[in-house]
Antibody, heavy 120, light 107 residues
Framework: EMHLVQSGAEVKKPGESLKISCQVS????????VGWVRQLPGKGLEWMGF????????RYGPSFQGQVTISADKSVSTAYLQWRSLQASDTGMYYC?????????????WGRGTLVTVSS | EIVLTQSPGTLSLSPGERATLSCRAS???????LAWYQQKPGQAPRLLIY???TRGTGIPDRFSGSGSGTDFTLTITRLDPEDSAVYYC?????????FGGGTKVEI
C-alpha cells in the first residue's frame, strides 16, 4: 500500500523561510518521480516541479524556477519543498504527488496537502 | 508552454445522465500525453485517466477518455451525485507540465 505523508499546516510571516516535507513509502521512493503541485485559494492546479530521488534529477516549472527548491533525502524517503523568503502570494495548498507509471508524467498518488499561510 | 483550455466552466446535470468535458490544447499532443483528475471539495486530486484511456486504480468504467491532437474529451456515463467535483486535464507532452483551468460538474 502506498503512503504519502505530508507535513502539517504552516503559518509564516512574509520574508520567512520554510521547508515542507512529503514522506513516501520506502519501497517506491527511488523508482518514481515526486512532484509538487500548488493550488492557490479557490484556484486550479499548477505544477511546480519534480525530482527523481534515485539520482536527484530535478525539473522546475518556469514560474517556480529560482523561487523554490525541491530536494530529496533517500535515507528517510522524504522529499522537500523549500522557500528562502515567503510572500503573501505563496499562501495556498501544496500537494506532493507521485509518478510511478513509466512512460507517463501523470500523478497517480497524491498526498493530502500542506496548507501554507503567509500573513503579517 | 502548452496551454490547456477546458470547457464548459460549469456543467449541471441530473443523476443518470452523461457528462462530456472538453480539453483543448494550444499545440498538438499525442493521445498518450494527457491525463484527467477529479477533485472534490477539501480533497486532493485523484487520477482518473492517463495515456490512451487507461483508468487509474479503482476508477469505474463509467469514466472514459478519448481524443488526440488538440482536442480531448472526458466522458462520464450514468452520473451519480458522488461525481460532483472539479475535473482537470493535464498534459505531459512537453517538458513543462500544465493543467487546464478545470470544469465543475454539479449533479
Amino acid at each position: 500500500e502506498m503512503h504519502l505523508v505530508q507535513s502539517g499546516a504552516e503559518v509564516k510571516k512574509p520574508g520567512e523561510s520554510l521547508k515542507i516535507s512529503c514522506q513516501v513509502s520506502a519501497y517506491i521512493f527511488t523508482n518514481c518521480w515526486v512532484g509538487w503541485v500548488r493550488q492557490l485559494p479557490g484556484k486550479g492546479l499548477e505544477w511546480m516541479g519534480f525530482i527523481y530521488p534515485a539520482d536527484s534529477d530535478t525539473r522546475y516549472g518556469p514560474s517556480f524556477q529560482g523561487q523554490v527548491t525541491i530536494s530529496a533525502d533517500k535515507s528517510v524517503s522524504t522529499a522537500y519543498l523549500q522557500w528562502r523568503s515567503l510572500q503573501a502570494s505563496d499562501t495556498g495548498m501544496y500537494y506532493c504527488a507521485l509518478i510511478t507509471v513509466g512512460g507517463t508524467r501523470a500523478f497517480d498518488y497524491w498526498g493530502r496537502g500542506t496548507l501554507v499561510t503567509v500573513s503579517s | 508552454e502548452i496551454v490547456l483550455t477546458q470547457s464548459p466552466g460549469t456543467l449541471s446535470l441530473s443523476p443518470g445522465e452523461r457528462a462530456t468535458l472538453s480539453c483543448r490544447a494550444s499545440q498538438s499532443l499525442r493521445s498518450d500525453d494527457l491525463a484527467w483528475y477529479q477533485q472534490k471539495p477539501g480533497q486532493a486530486p485523484r487520477l482518473l485517466i492517463y495515456g490512451r484511456g487507461t483508468r487509474g486504480t479503482g476508477i469505474p468504467d463509467r469514466f472514459s477518455g478519448s481524443g488526440s491532437g488538440t482536442d480531448f474529451t472526458l466522458t462520464i456515463t450514468r452520473l451519480d451525485p458522488e461525481d460532483s467535483a472539479v475535473y482537470y486535464c493535464q498534459q505531459y507532452g512537453s517538458s513543462v507540465l500544465t493543467f487546464g483551468g478545470g470544469t465543475k460538474v454539479e449533479i
